[in-house]
């Protein structure tokens, strides 16, 4: 127990910067979607699409390959940092000075033709993103929680600052006819939602600078011999990465490609922005997930070398199921006021919620899980499975967004993280089998899940009331967990 509170201690250190962090950005949808009509906010949920599959893409597994070579006794820690930063570094700028020649022809391609800085400025945003992981890595590799938080957070201030700035004092000044000096300097109405896009790069640029003292101590240049076995490593994480975008982010885009001819371009920007702003209200869980992983994956690494530590990795996942679970419900439960995250203009897709939320709890399980390949070096089953998963993704979206739309969308997620965590569990059972608690996990799932639809039939009209049932409904579920749990507390 005192290794898993040692976990939960750093989750939670963890949590200040993702978590929190995240939570702080995620509260600028009420402000996007205040100031965007349906249609504007579309393009922020497209263009932070392709951002998820270019992040992926470089950064090509370095991160988790770093935290495998760094864990080796073997081998210099420093060698390693030195070799997967400098490595990312010049494929990034080969990636940015790309990005910048072709800008025209690739805003064409995405149908922006008239905004062609959009390409400049994500090229940037990325690229300074990848470079910025490995020292955030070594910073997570060395047990560093308070510094990593303080990298992030500084980056998150300057993001809801300048979006602060931009939308909610120059737009509403300047449509309200007051202006100044500072308005007519700064604010440009044309600009639109780019000044989303324009409080990400500044945000991204300030987080590189505060890490760039980390990474001058980069001296011992590229280890070739290294830096090939740190590849052949994370080759099938990249391809696992590639596909878990797929799965995670491809929809928004297949959205725009097939509805397109069918609605034209107002109505198809409109369902992906509906979509998207309801995707961020069941990504609640998701900022959990991410603190979770934050601190989980340098501790499994280093947890590897213990006594019992599969055991180890079996209570943890009993209390993540707990956690996901109970979040959940707390959604669900109290919908009606969560809902207030996004403008009323969003709320006809409200009913998808809980079935991202049900998704995004299965796709924390399978990262738990993963953690049987990475550690067994046989990273090509992420790859597989991650594959497999994006293949039943473009199925399913390509099969029934013509009728269904956005819920289709829905549904493939849904189905894609349930079958990778199913088909993962069995492999993993095989291969490194971790004694997980499937009674347990079964059990928190299915009692959230039927709480939830019990409220839904006890539902009265009274405001009181029915704050009052729900709220001895989530105490309930509380309750049970503490009956089943308290011999290991």
Sequence with gaps: MSVIKKLAGQTAIYGMSSIIGRFLNYLLVPLHTAAFAPAQFGVITEMYAYVAFLVILLTYGMETAFFRFANKPEVSKDKVFSTAL????GS?????????????????????????????????IVGLDAISSIPLAQLRSENRPVHFAFVNLSSVFVNIGLNLFFLAYCKPQFDAGNTNLIIDTFYNPEIGVGYVFIANLL????????????????????????LKMMLVYALPLLMAGLAGMVNETLDRILLKHILYPQLGQEATMAQIGIYGACYKVSIIITLFIQAFRYAAEPFFFAQEKEKNSRETYAHIMNYFVIVCAFIFLGVMLYIDIVKYFINERFWGGLHIVPILLFANIFLGIY???SIWFKLSDKTRYGAILAALGAVITIVINFAF???YGYLASTWATFTCYSLMMVLSYALGHKHYPIPYNLTKIVTYLLLSFGLYKLSLFIGVDSGVLDYTIKTTILAAFIGVVYLIERPKF
């Excluded at 400098?86 to 570094?89: C, G």
């Excluded at 987080?207 to 011992?220: I, S």
């Design 86 to 89: 400098l490595s990312l570094i």
């Design 92 to 124: 990034t700028s080969l990636f940015i000075i790309v990005s910048i020649a072709f800008a025209q022809p690739i805003a064409n391609w995405l149908k922006y033709p008239d905004n062609a800085e959009y390409v400049i400025w994500f090229a940037f």
């Design 203 to 226: 945000a991204s640029i300030a987080k590189f600078m505060v890490l760039v003292p980390q990474m001058l101590k980069a001296r011992y240049g590229i280890d070739t011999a290294m």
């Design 367 to 369: 990262y738990n899980q």
């Design 401 to 403: 967004i013509p009728k």
